[in-house]
Structure formats: C-alpha cells, structure tokens
T-cell receptor
Framework: QKEVEQNSGPLSVPEGAIASLNCTYS??????FFWYRQYSGKSPELIMF????GDKEDGRFTAQLNKASQYVSLLIRDSQPSDSATYLC???????????FGTGTRLKVLA | EAQVTQNPRYLITVTGKKLTVTCSQN?????MSWYRQDPGLGLRQIYY???????DKGDVPEGYKVSRKEKRNFPLILESPSPNQTSLYFC???????????FGQGTRLTVV
C-alpha cells in the first residue's frame, strides 16, 4: 500500500461548483497533513494544513481530517478556472522523518 | 524575502558527466529535501536532511548524493548521470519534518 494515495484525475467541475479532493494515508502516527497546489511547470505552494480531526476552513477552502479512517480531503467552494491545477496531499510520516507526497489530483474547472 | 533558491533552472548534460544542483534557503530551516517529479509518479523524495551533517535516504536515492555542511545549503550531486535521471527536481526546506515545506523554483534536467 502506498503511503499517501490520491486519485490522479482529472477531476472536472463546472465553474462555481464545489470540487472535492481526497487523500488516504497509511501511517497512523502521522500528525499533520498538508494540501499543496501546483500549477503546470511551477513549484508546489501550500494551500491548507490540518492537525486535528474535523474541518478547517480558510476562505473558499475547507480541509477535513478523519484520523480513524486515515482520510483527509480538500473542498474548494465556488471553483474558479484559476483553481485548475494539480493538488498534492502530504502526510509526513511519524518517526521516519520522510516528508511524503501523494501523486496529486489534477483539477480542471470548466468556464 | 524568505526563499529557497535552486540553480540551475535548466540543464542538459551527457551521460556520465558529473553535475551538482545547488539549493540554498535563507529561513534557518533545519529540514531540507530533494524531490524528483515525473509524470504520473508525483513528487518522490530522493534524500532529506534533518540538520547539518545529518542526511538520510528517501524513497529513490540510487544514483544521487547529497551533503549538508552548512545549514542553508543542500546540494544534490549526480556522480554519473544516466538518461533515467531526466526529470524535474525540486529542493524544499521546512522548519521541521512536520511543518510547511517551501520549494525552490525547480531544475529541469535532461541527460542525453
């Protein structure tokens, strides 16, 4: 089992809709979870991080964490064409010091 | 300005010719990493460093070397590059192994 798994997509949503991106992780000891956005040919940049079970909201973005199910998600409300990018989930492994990323989900927001 | 600087941005080289990609951060971060990114495979960690003189292998370390003699610098060395090392490389730094990672601009390497 991969340490961090994401559906590669592409996930296509119409402009103004909610985009839902999902990630599962294998290390039960992971304490923090990160969502990065990467435009084609550019460097990843942090969108959200979450440490506690439940929801965390920041503007149009909501991160959701369920440690019992080892599941973290990112919701993007009122999706815009500028949100079209690859979204990478990261779950640093506990005790291994590795900083592991999923393969990313490509999101396409259709105008 | 807080940043991670990689050089060069683009590099074309021939098989077997040793090369070094430099990485420097000005945020006094302890943790630094190198990743390669290939289509469909995402970001794969090559090596990481917890602090000066402390480095360890990531998931794809074969064919690479690193060193961490100073806190700010973490060069990636390819002693004998091969075509399968053609990739997009990113250096990243973070305060610890469990906090936000800041990425360099990337180095697109082609080995012919």
């Amino acid at each position: 089992q991969k340490e961090v798994e994401q559906n590669s997509g592409p996930l296509s949503v119409p402009e103004g809709a909610i985009a839902s991106l999902n990630c599962t992780y294998s290390d039960r000891g992971s304490q923090s979870f990160f969502w990065y956005r990467q435009y084609s040919g550019k460097s990843p940049e942090l969108i959200m991080f979450i440490y506690s079970n439940g929801d965390k909201e920041d503007g149009r973005f909501t991160a959701q964490l369920n440690k019992a199910s080892q599941y973290v998600s990112l919701l993007i409300r009122d999706s815009q064409p500028s949100d079209s990018a690859t979204y990478l989930c990261a779950a640093p492994g506990s005790g291994t010091y590795k900083y592991i990323f999923g393969t990313g989900t490509r999101l396409k927001v259709l105008a | 300005e807080a940043q991670v600087t990689q050089n060069p941005r683009y590099l074309i080289t021939v098989t077997g010719k040793k090369l070094t990609v430099t990485c420097s951060q000005n945020m006094n971060h302890e943790y630094m990493s190198w990743y390669r990114q290939d289509p469909g495979l995402g970001l794969r960690q090559i090596y990481y460093s917890m602090n000066v003189e402390v480095t360890d292998k990531g998931d794809v370390p074969e064919g690479y070397k690193v060193s961490r003699k100073e806190k700010r610098n973490f060069p990636l060395i390819l002693e004998s590059p091969s075509p399968n090392q053609t990739s997009l490389y990113f250096c990243a730094s973070s305060l610890t192994d469990n906090t936000e990672a800041f990425f360099g601009q990337g180095t697109r390497l082609t080995v012919v």
